[in-house]
Each structure stands twice: as C-alpha cells, then as structure tokens.
C-alpha cells in the first residue's frame, strides 16, 4: 500500500491572475498517511523548471522528487511530512518568488493565498522552504522577509552576489536583445521559435526572467543596460542590487536569527558563479550571528537534486523537534 498520496489542488489567487491568465495555480501535494498537523514542507523550483517537473519528471539516471522522498521515509531517514511543491511556471522560463508587474506577484501568492491554504487543509503551523537556485533564491528571501510563516529554510546553491553571477551574461544578452529593440520583442520571436533550448537563448531568457521580476515597471521590462553600449544603467541596477541577498541580509538578518533550521549549500564547480556568493552570504551570517550549517561539495551547478537526500532529514529533524 502506498505511503503517500497525491493530491493536486487548485489554489485561486488574486495576486496573479492579472498577468498570467491563470485565477488560480496548481499545487501538488504528497500527503502522508496521517497528515493532520504534520510539518510542510515547500519545495521551490529553479529557473526552467517547474513544481510539477520537480515531481514527476522522468529521468533514467535520475531520481524525481517523489521517488527520493518514497525511498528516504521506506529507509526511515524521514518520518513523513506534507510536502509541496507549486507549479509557478511563467512565460518568462521560470519564476524568482518576488512581486512583479510584469510576471505576477508570486511571492504575494506563496505568503498570503498558498501557505495559508495548505496550513489550513492540514491544520499544519510548521513551514519549511527548500529549493534550488532560483528556488534556493526563493526560499533564502521569503525567509528572511516573513518569519511569522517561515520556520526552516534551504538553499540549494541559490542565486547571490549579482555582480558575479548575472554580469557576466549581460554582454551576450545585449547582443541578443539589441536587433529586436526591447526585451519584449524579443521575446515575442522567442516564443515562436521550435527550437527554444538554443544555449544562448536560454542565457538571454534567463536575463529577461531576471529583468521581469527585479526591475520591471508596469508593463515595461526594464534592463540593467544600455541596449546599444552596454553600459549599466545604474538606477536600474540598483534595483537588481536591492534583491540580492547579499544585500538584504544586513537589514533582514534578525529574521534568519529566529529559524529553526537555515542551511546553505553549493557546488565547487558552479558554472554560474554562486560558490563566491555562497562563501560571501556565509560570512555575512556568521558575523551577524545567524545559526545555521554551510557546506560545500564537489559537483556543478546541473544535477544536483541528491543533495536533497541531505537537506530533507536536516529540515524534518528541526520541524517535528520544535512540533514534539
């Protein structure tokens, strides 16, 4: 007999419908046999991905997040909780979990319409927030700017130091961007194209993505350079700058201080720059005295969801030990 059952629930939202066409976005949930009152467990995806692919994806060499969390309870690392998982694709390649008024206010919708919601079908208070990437991106910032919801919060080498990990791919998204006129135009031919996993592509989209929930006003896509020089604009940069968490933890810390579990990790070889802004946020939490565990593995950036294996016991642990 199964241990856990799935559940797919249609959350209406008010914070999104405006933008993406949808009133109302998918959530999977697995439940365990018991669930009233057990810890959540909120898994965000990275750019690309989606809570539904993290989930069921098929992938010979790979395990997909239900298989890992099957076989980590039939080993008895973990004693069974509510894990979610939210299907925030966008039209933009993926979602940061931040407002915007372009893409959609995702983190309005994680904080004031789903977390309530699934709190209130499983009469749960203990929350957690994991992911990778832009989903350890997510987790690190809602934690840091809403401690009354969050309890736990793992970042899977989650995008930091922006200097490092977006500039460099600044000067082939212009030349990308500058024979259409605009971000919006071009994605407008990206969205017809048959092909649409080209390398420089998915790097330009990506820079696009970041643009829409950093720095868009109202409508408008606003980047951080100058189409035809390159040069940066500095105000809008600084709006970039004003949602890294390298910079918000100096104001936000206090909250990180009240976690049960904080924890960060990335890889040696992270082809997009996020060991130096991993090491850099370390050090920033150690000297603002934020409990929490660092660690530092040898692998890239791609591929990683093992370390799940590792996050996932150290999350639960921390959960039922505050609950029990």
Known sequence: MPKFKIREFKVKSAMTKNLEGRGEQSVYVM?????????????LAGMMGSGKSMLFNDDFFAENMQQRIERLYASGRIKGSIYVFPDLMTKFGGCQYTNSTVAGNYEDFIINEMIPYIKSVYKSEKVAILGKSSGGYGAMILAMKHPELINAAMDHSGDSYFEYCYMPDFPKARRSIEPFGSAEAWL?????????????????????????????????????????TGKIREDIWSMWLSNDPIRMVDTHYKALQKLD????????????????????????????????????FKDSHINTSYRYDISIPLVEKALYKRRG
């Open 188 to 228: 407008a031919n990206f969205s017809k194209k048959l092909n649409k996993k080209g390398n420089d592509d998915l790097s330009t989209l990506n820079i696009i993505s970041m643009a829409a929930f950093y720095s868009s006003k109202g409508r408008k896509i606003e980047l951080p350079f100058d189409l035809h």
């Open 31 to 43: 439940e365990p046999a018991n669930p009233k009152g057990k810890p959540i467990l909120i898994f």
């Open 261 to 296: 579990f904080l924890g960060i990790d990335v890889g040696l070889y992270d082809q997009f720059n996020l060991l130096e802004g991993s090491r850099a946020l370390h050090e920033k939490l150690s000297k603002l005295h934020v409990k929490h565990t660092y660690s530092e």
